[in-house]
């Protein structure tokens, strides 16, 4: 059966999801013991869609994560690059528009959207980073971000839990339940080679965020991270503040006490 490697070719990890989309949701459901559930329901609040606002939902699947934005009346892209996956979404959700694409190129002009979301995506995706900055590129300035993603327990015992948990009960109740037990195989490596909190926040600031922030949800089992891709006047307030904090170059004169004040 299909699973891609730590390489995340495209094409393969489309496979892979294309494999075992009819199953997809029970599984999540299954495998997180209910807690997807819970994971939404903080990922909603955390979004808090708007009637009429438009928000691009990146890796969306089967639609799981993009429904209840739509139900509370947001305009919902649920984008995916694995066609086998949109088919089952655009069974289960025909009020969503999905469209096929990748998250590094993302077939929308910029300055689009009010929200990108994206739930268990990012990972998956191979140049992360890359996609980090397309969704800076199609939202509008003020515009938010929010990822909820796998991420590392901060305590040690419960991470120690975590990853017992992840490398003998999840794989033996895949074996049992899916068509692709090897697919969870990819799932466990792909969350033990994720960087933590602390590393994404840094990636989401690189690509452009400001402020930039997670909270743990299930002891660090997820994180949710949010920023605002500046306003044209944070833009260039940023600006000018960088620039009067830059140390000045030494054979410039300086301005005299009269010309600071003026
Ligand atoms: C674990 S599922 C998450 C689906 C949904 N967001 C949810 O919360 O149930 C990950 C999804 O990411 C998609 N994906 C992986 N790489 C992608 C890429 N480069 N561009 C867009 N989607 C991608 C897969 O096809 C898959 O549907």
């Not at 495998?31 to 990146?58: C, F, T, Y």
């Amino acid at each position: 059966m299909s699973r891609a490697d730590m390489q995340k070719d495209p094409d393969e990890v489309a496979g892979m999801f294309d494999a075992t989309a009819k199953r997809y949701d029970l599984l999540n459901s299954l495998l997180s013991g209910g807690n997807d559930k819970l994971w939404r329901i903080h990922m909603q609040r955390a979004v808090r869609p708007q009637p009429g606002e438009r928000i691009l939902d990146v890796a969306a699947g089967t639609g799981a994560s993009a429904a209840p934005m739509a139900k509370a009346g947001a305009l919902v892209t649920a984008l995916d690059i694995s066609q086998g996956m949109l088919e089952v979404g655009r069974e289960r959700h025909p009020d969503i528009e999905f469209v096929h694409g990748s998250a590094t190129e993302l077939p929308f002009d910029g300055d689009t959207f009010d929200a990108v979301t994206i739930s268990f995506g990012l990972r998956n995706v191979q140049q992360p980073r890359a996609a980090l900055s397309e969704f800076h590129r199609v939202l509008k300035p003020g515009g938010r971000l929010l990822v909820c993603e796998f991420s590392q327990p901060p305590v040690s015992v419960v991470r120690r839990g975590y990853d017992l948990y992840l490398r003998t009960v999840l794989p033996g109740m895949a074996r049992l339940a899916s068509s692709n037990p090897e697919a969870y195989r990819y799932l466990v490596e792909s969350i033990e080679s994720w960087p933590d909190q602390q590393a994404l926040s840094q990636w989401i600031r690189t690509a452009g965020f400001t402020r930039v922030a997670h909270r743990n949800l299930t002891l660090g089992v997820v994180a949710l991270h949010r920023g605002r891709k500046p306003t044209e006047q944070t833009a260039a307030m940023r600006i000018a503040k960088h620039a009067n904090d830059a140390p000045q170059p030494a054979s410039e004169p300086q301005p005299g006490p009269e010309e600071q004040g003026a």
